[in-house]
């Protein structure tokens, strides 16, 4: 079975700090993965995803991840954050399928920005 | 152009109740999920849909829950009768071929 792990419950970066949150998955082949956002009382915004090719695949807002398959990592970066930043970021895997199956998510890192 | 479109956002009733959760996918979409997001447990698939169809129904938690998807633009989660454990946040997601599930703003559920 398939399964994400983001291992940091609660990050707390500086206005301006880069961030790197952290996502290993555990899946029997090569498995499409995603990034999502969620503000306070919304759903879930897709930030990238990588289904093959590059490794360093990048998204909106200025984020990028990377796809290691030696680590089973998939590691969220942004050079500079922004206080809008502040939300859940959340990891998940799929299927062959894409998004044409049902994703496993992580449980999810709370981004807090210090001024 | 609108989006994944969940009915109602919040819905408080008392246990035992009926309960009915509905979501407009996008149009096109031919893809459907439900997901239930608690603190405990985080976000997990309930079932999903292509063409209308049922295809994976291993995550709806007890014979109290059921869903349909009369046609492409409709889906109803339902719940009866309601517990206060099913309290949480359901989201509604809807995707094209094999592109990234697009979610709704969820429904928050309260069960006193």
């Known amino acids: 079975a398939q399964s994400v792990t983001q291992p940091d419950i609660h990050i707390t970066v500086s206005e301006g700090a880069s961030l790197e949150l952290r996502c290993n998955y555990s899946?029997?082949?090569?498995?499409?993965l995603f990034w999502y956002v969620q503000s306070p009382g919304q759903g879930l915004q897709l930030l990238l995803k990588?289904?093959?090719?590059?490794?360093l695949v990048q998204g909106i807002k200025g984020f990028e991840a990377e796809f290691k398959r030696s680590q089973s990592s998939f590691n969220l970066r942004k050079p500079s954050v922004h206080w809008s930043d502040a939300a859940e970021y959340f990891c998940?895997?799929?299927?062959?399928?894409?998004?044409?199956?049902?994703?496993?998510f992580g449980k999810g890192t709370h981004l807090i920005i210090q001024p | 152009d609108a989006g994944v479109i969940q009915s109602p956002r919040h819905e408080v009733t008392e246990m035992g109740q009926e309960v009915t959760l509905r979501c407009k996918p996008i149009?096109?979409?031919?893809?459907l999920f439900w997901y239930r997001q608690t603190m405990m447990r985080g976000l997990e698939l309930l079932i999903y849909?292509?063409?209308?169809?049922?295809?994976?129904d291993s995550g709806m938690p007890e014979d109290r829950f059921s869903a349909k998807m009369p046609n492409a633009s409709f889906s109803t989660l339902k719940i009866q009768p309601s517990e206060p454990r099913d309290s949480a946040v359901y989201f509604c997601?809807?995707?094209?071929?094999?592109?990234?599930?697009?979610f709704g703003d969820g429904t928050r559920l309260s069960i006193l």
């Open positions: 997601a809807s995707s094209q071929g094999n592109q990234p599930q697009h």
């Open positions: 149009s096109g979409h031919n893809s």
């Open positions: 849909f292509n063409n209308n169809v049922p295809i994976d």
């Open positions: 990588y289904f093959s090719g590059d490794t």
């Open positions: 998940a895997v799929g299927a062959a399928g894409g998004g044409a199956d049902g994703l496993t």
């Open positions: 899946y029997g082949a090569t498995p499409y």
